[in-house]
């Protein structure tokens, strides 16, 4: 993947270090709170990784606090994926005679505001369609590689990629749509819905990687590791290994062999209308 020296994107507000109280709390060099991102946003118990697991000892150092420099890099890395999103997702809604509203992206450290609420990094990067926002704590990049096992940078692409997925479904009024439907539904078909949602995010995201492939110069490694996160974010995946059981009824994600084969579906097509996963009889 290569990205440095592209367009970066103006949408950027920078708040780490300035959230709410004071930033997270700290172990080993890596917020407590960044730590229980995945339990919270895939819905497993990651308790055991910040200590206190049992009476076992004391804290699991997790890594090294990122310094200046690679602050300022994760930032220009930002930059530079939401500068494509928006050149390819513009051009998508201009070749259908719609225009596209560019979403802001906030980087924040711990604890910030969002209008969906308090924006926290346990809940993990999230867009808010209430002002039409992605929130990340860019620590979440740590986690990926230490916690998940992620490699490389087009794993993070393909994150960012998919949270303007969301938003891309809120210009659409798909958001609105299903979070109605799901306001009504009961639990089981709530996170039906919300599968559904998560895989045609995954779907743009795919979309975004074919079109942006050439300027990125995409390689078939990065969309392997792209791939590679998708089945370890899998719902079954992360159930299997925080509770050795697999429960499909509580999915609000997606299987792994769902999230890999609606990415690449969005990535063999470049088509938005493959993407829609609410038609489909299968997932």
């Not at 993990?124 to 929130?135: A, E, I, K």
């Not at 809120?170 to 009504?184: K, S, Y």
């Not at 992360?238 to 997606?254: E, K």
């Amino acid at each position: 993947m290569d990205w440095r020296g592209r367009r970066q994107s103006t949408n950027i507000e920078d708040r780490r270090g300035g959230g709410m109280g004071g930033g997270p709390l700290k172990v080993g060099g890596m917020g407590v709170v960044v730590v229980l991102i995945l339990g919270v946003l895939f819905g497993v118990d990651l308790s055991p990784l910040v200590g206190g697991g049992g009476g076992r000892g004391g804290p699991v150092v997790v890594g090294e606090a990122p310094t200046d420099a690679q602050s300022q890099e994760n930032k220009e890395f930002v930059g530079v994926v939401l500068a494509e999103t928006e050149d390819v997702w513009g051009a998508v809604f201009q070749g259908s005679g719609l225009d596209y509203t560019q979403p802001r992206l906030v980087l924040f450290s711990g604890v910030d505001r969002s209008a969906c609420g308090t924006a926290q990094s346990a809940m993990g990067p999230f867009y808010c369609p209430n002002d039409q926002t992605v929130y990340l704590d860019t620590d979440f990049f740590n986690v990926m590689t230490q916690r998940l096992g992620s490699r490389g940078e087009f794993a993070r692409a393909y994150v960012i990629a998919h949270e303007v997925g969301h938003h891309v479904q809120d210009e659409l009024g798909v958001l609105g749509q299903v979070n109605a439907q799901r306001a009504r539904a009961s639990e089981a078909q709530s996170n039906a819905l919300s599968v559904r949602v998560e895989l045609q995010a995954d779907c743009y995201a795919g979309l975004w990687a074919r079109a942006a492939k050439d300027r990125l110069a995409l390689t078939d490694d990065d969309i392997r590791s792209a791939l590679d996160t998708a089945a370890r974010i899998g719902d079954d995946a992360l159930q299997r290994t925080s509770q050795g059981i697999v429960v499909p009824d509580s999915f609000t994600h997606g299987s792994s062999e769902q999230r890999q084969t609606w990415f690449y579906k969005g990535f063999q097509t470049g088509d938005p209308s493959a993407c829609d996963t609410f038609q489909a009889r299968a997932l």
